[in-house]
């Protein structure tokens, strides 16, 4: 039965399994006709004739109390009823059971689609397959009382004109013939047919009210310019995900069964690591737009430009509070999480490792806030930028990174200057500064930082360090070489297996593909070496300084994360003892 009704809301298979159930209905008709015609004692059985805008039940029933009443003596003396009784009972037991499948098959498959597609064409057709259910166990359970009342003056009959009978008369007129359990599934049926289409038509009132309220919402996204150029597919899960949050927080105190249905959908749409590259990619939209907007606007002020950033301060602000809404959704339905807090659920919302990256996500979209805000104000500023502030701070960067630059200065001294340096380019504020040459002065600085710091490698364990470097990043690295794409590649693909055996305490076993992998970081050092002794042009020269900027970070940041990991860590480290040597003499040929 599983395998006919798995299709129950789809039209033309639900009209399909329709005609399955006449075949059966036809069937049961057919057995009943044959049962008598199979108890004579001479000619062939009596089939029944093809019907003609009859009703099966009735037809059937009719035929089998007439031919019931044909039945002479000798007929009745010898019919072995019980064996009758069995037969019906078996085929109609059949029949039952496809339509108690039937019922509870229909509403697993309403229950199985999402909550968020639920609309008028599921509505009707749930409607409709429930009405003929319904009509169709209220035929059964009239024609189960009429069988065994026909039935029962059958067995009567027959018992009459056989000797020592009495008790089997008595039982026979106290005692239904047909299964009592037989009506008691089909009551059943029709009392979860009526409760199951009840709820969910009440659960469907509920949610359109809901939908209703929400739906004017939604106009604000068509003005969204990073949402928008997103890919349809993520656009669209974004929204699915919106108005379920949306939804969820609506009912979860008022609805919880319908809670429960919404949740359920909210996981299958995605989980937490899909949602969250999402949400990464989606961020990566808004901060490309921000850093845009900063370069074409350093030398010029508009109006336009703080409009367009009060308008990506509104598409920024509804996804924060979408990232916190999810976060908050996994915590407040994760059962384990809850015992552990006990009681203490607020207190112990960063303690969850599965909401960890969406914590991650929330802090990035409230420093995009803060940088937009830091934008908007210098918009309104206009060109009113102290620019002798900005060219006083890097000087005054220039004199700690001389004192960095002390053959014997010690990795606390070097510590306590990085904060000092990061903080002096920090107050720069390169995302909002006026004066044309600030990246290139900020690159300067920064390549001068990495070159002093390659001994006790601080830079990149410093606060404040990836904010600066983002910003920089973003303003600065809007155009890549397929060169550096290339090397970046390289060095990517090689930390990752390093990382990788590192975890899994496994360098042992892959020292032949390190030394390989090793040798190809070399190579690529060797090319980008060559490249910088090349005569190229001032510009040429600009894009190469950026390119060895980000390698040097990429790897200082590896390094870092070799520091954790102790003797697997040191060991791979000094395979690189060659990267400086390439780094410094890259750098002498571009300065």
Request: aromatic share 10%; glycine share 4%.
């Amino acid at each position: 039965m599983e395998t006919e009704s798995r299709f129950l809301l789809d039209s033309e298979l639900f009209e399909d399994l329709k005609a399955y159930l006449e075949d059966k209905r036809s069937a049961l008709r057919d057995a009943l006709l044959y049962s008598i015609s199979a108890e004579k004692m001479s000619g062939p059985p009596i089939l029944a004739e093809p019907m003609v805008a009859q009703d099966t039940f009735i037809y059937a029933l009719s035929e089998f109390e007439k031919r019931a009443k044909d039945l002479d003596v000798k007929d009745l003396k010898r019919m072995d009823y019980e064996r009758l009784v069995e037969l019906l009972s078996n085929i109609l037991w059949n029949y039952v059971e496809i339509l108690e499948g039937m019922c509870k098959e229909l509403f697993e498959q309403a229950a199985s689609i999402p909550i968020d597609l639920w609309d008028q064409e599921l509505y009707d057709r749930l409607e409709s397959a429930k009405v003929f259910l319904w009509d169709k166990l209220k035929e059964v359970d009239g024609f189960l009382g009429a069988m065994d009342r026909a039935l029962k003056e059958l067995i009567l009959t027959c018992l009459n004109h056989r000797s020592f009978a009495f008790l089997k008369k008595i039982r026979a007129r106290i005692h239904k013939v047909l299964d009592p359990e037989l009506t008691r599934r089909i009551k059943k049926a029709e009392v979860g047919l009526y409760n199951a289409f009840k709820a969910f038509r009440k659960e469907y009132a509920h949610l359109k009210k809901l939908e209703s309220q929400i739906e004017t919402e939604q106009y604000k996204f068509q003005g969204y310019a990073a949402l928008n150029n997103l890919s349809i597919n993520e656009l669209r899960l974004y929204l699915r995900l919106w108005r379920l949050l949306k939804l969820w927080r609506k009912v979860k105190k008022d609805a919880p069964e319908l809670a429960k249905k919404i949740e359920k959908t909210i996981r299958q749409l995605t989980p937490p690591g899909k949602a969250s590259s999402f949400f990464k990619e989606y961020i990566k939209e808004l901060k490309d737009n921000l850093f845009d907007l900063a370069r074409r606007n350093r030398n010029a002020r508009d109006i336009g430009a703080q409009a367009r950033i009060a308008m990506w301060r509104g598409e920024l602000h509804t996804l924060g509070r979408t990232i916190s809404g999810f976060r908050d959704f996994l915590l407040e339905t994760d059962p384990k999480f809850k015992r552990k807090q006990l009681g203490l659920f607020k207190r112990g919302l960063q303690e969850s490792p599965r909401t960890h990256q969406l914590q991650l996500r929330r802090e990035e979209v409230d420093l995009i806030d803060h940088w937009l805000q830091e934008l908007f104000d210098a918009q309104e500023l206009g060109d009113s930028g102290d620019n002798d502030y900005t060219l006083a701070q890097f000087k005054r960067a220039s004199k700690i990174l001389e004192d960095m630059g002390q053959p014997l200065i010690s990795r606390a001294i070097m510590k306590n200057k990085s904060a000092d340096l990061i903080k002096v380019l920090t107050d720069i504020n390169e995302l909002t500064s006026s004066l044309p040459e600030v990246s290139q002065l900020m690159l300067e600085r920064l390549l001068r930082a990495f070159k002093v710091d390659a001994k006790h490698e601080t830079l990149t364990e410093t606060p404040g360090f990836w904010p600066l470097w983002e910003v920089h990043h973003g303003l600065s690295y809007y155009h890549k070489s397929p060169q550096h794409i290339k090397r970046m590649k390289t060095y990517k693909r090689v930390t990752q297996h390093l990382k990788k055996w590192i975890r899994e305490h496994d360098l042992n076993h892959h020292l032949q593909e390190i030394e390989h992998e090793i040798h190809d970081i070399q190579e690529s050092l060797q090319e980008f070496y060559h490249q910088s002794k090349k005569e190229i042009s001032q510009l040429e020269k600009w894009e190469l300084k950026k390119e060895l900027l980000e390698e040097r970070v990429f790897f200082s940041a590896f390094f870092s994360y070799l520091k954790d990991h102790n003797h697997e860590g040191k060991r791979i480290r000094t395979e690189f003892v060659f990267l400086e040597k390439y780094f410094n003499a890259i750098d002498e040929n571009l300065f």
